[in-house]
């Protein structure tokens, strides 16, 4: 059974940083071979892509109200993929979740966004206080 777990959320003051983990267990491929992408989704609001990182070349991609503030890594010998929030503002309260896909797509193009979508963690919480 593949689980996605995410960890590193919490209530932070504006301005203040955050690292998110997103571990994977139960894949039937090389983790590598996962694209991992981080969606959020604020109260009574859409889903949002926010960021993802392909699988073998590690290309990565952010939406622009993050671009400077968000970091996405991997470390593949750990099953993880990290998302460091720096510089946190209101508007970033939500729920931060992880997705992963086999060879997933991980790119914005003509006003669509193309993220993983096969696997989902439960989510993690980032409360920035203003």
């Known amino acids: 059974e593949v689980q996605l777990v995410e960890s590193g959320g919490g209530l932070v003051q504006a301005g203040g940083s955050l690292r998110l983990s997103c571990a994977a267990s139960?894949?039937?491929?090389?983790?590598?071979?996962?694209?991992i992408g981080w969606f959020r989704q604020a109260p009574e609001k859409e889903r949002e892509e926010v960021s993802c990182?392909?699988?073998?070349?590690?290309?990565?991609f952010y939406r622009d109200s993050v671009k400077g503030r968000f970091t996405i890594s991997r470390d593949n010998a750990k099953n993880t993929v990290y998302l460091q929030i720096d510089k946190l503002k209101a508007e970033d309260t939500a729920v931060y979740y992880c997705?992963?896909?086999?060879?997933?797509?991980?790119?914005?193009?003509?006003?669509?966004?193309?993220?993983?979508?096969?696997?989902r963690g439960q989510g993690t919480q980032v409360t920035v206080s203003s």
């Open positions: 997705t992963a896909e086999e060879g997933g797509p991980c790119l914005f193009h003509e006003g669509t966004y193309y993220f993983p979508e096969d696997y």
């Open positions: 139960g894949l039937a491929a090389d983790y590598n071979d996962y694209t």
């Open positions: 990182i392909r699988s073998r070349d590690g290309g990565t």
